[in-house]
């Protein structure tokens, strides 16, 4: 891969995403390129769930419920609207979910950045196969119903969400920080 190609990344806003999205094929290689990360012990501590098609609006409706039950009536027409439509947002969701396996030598929080990981190599893979991606969490990353509507065990956690679609506009490139600001060199 170019280094020019990791230079450029950038992500695409979930609502500036639109079909064509991923295939079958095409995700089973996202997927592929997910497993591909720094994954000490091979404990693979991590599993992906995929949004396609219509379950994309039926996760939208059992959201949009647990988030109307929560705010009992405490909020505008519109944010009941933009809970069901969460995920049509874009044309594939994959959530990445963080799945720590008990190790003595692998702390849970190293496995934890090894899904993080996946969550990038997921939209790196998204980008070199022509689509456009962003990495979200937002408050259903971390509702304990929503972790149960997709039957999380009690030690896993969502690490992201990663919409992926076709972008309507390239995305705007934004200001970065130089590396020497960001950067030292130890010495003793």
């Known amino acids: 891969m170019p280094l020019q190609f990791l230079l450029k990344r950038r992500s695409v ?11 079958k094929t095409q995700i089973k290689e996202l997927i592929r390129a997910a497993i591909r990360v720094p994954d000490h012990k091979a404990l693979t501590p991590w599993r992906f769930l995929v949004f396609t098609g219509d379950a994309r609006a039926q996760f939208g409706e059992a959201s949009a419920d647990i988030y109307e039950k929560a705010h009992k009536g405490e909020y505008l027409p519109r944010h009941l609207v933009a809970e069901r439509t969460r995920f049509l947002r874009a ?37 070199a196969l022509g689509f456009s991606g962003q990495w979200i969490t937002e408050w259903i990353a971390y509702d304990p119903q929503i972790a149960s509507l997709l039957r999380l065990e009690e030690s896993e956690s969502v690490a992201g969400f990663i919409y992926i679609g076709t972008a309507v506009a390239a995305p705007k490139e934004r200001l970065r920080v130089e590396p020497n600001e960001l950067m030292s060199y130890w010495k003793s």
Not at 92 to 100: A, E, K, L, M, R
């Open 91 to 127: 044309p594939v969701v994959i959530g990445v979910i963080s799945s720590p396996v008990e190790s003595e030598k692998v702390p849970a929080s190293e496995q934890l950045l090894s899904a993080g990981a996946s969550c990038q190599n997921i939209l790196h893979a998204a980008s």
């Open 13 to 23: 806003v979930a609502s500036q995403l639109q079909e064509p999205g991923p295939d």
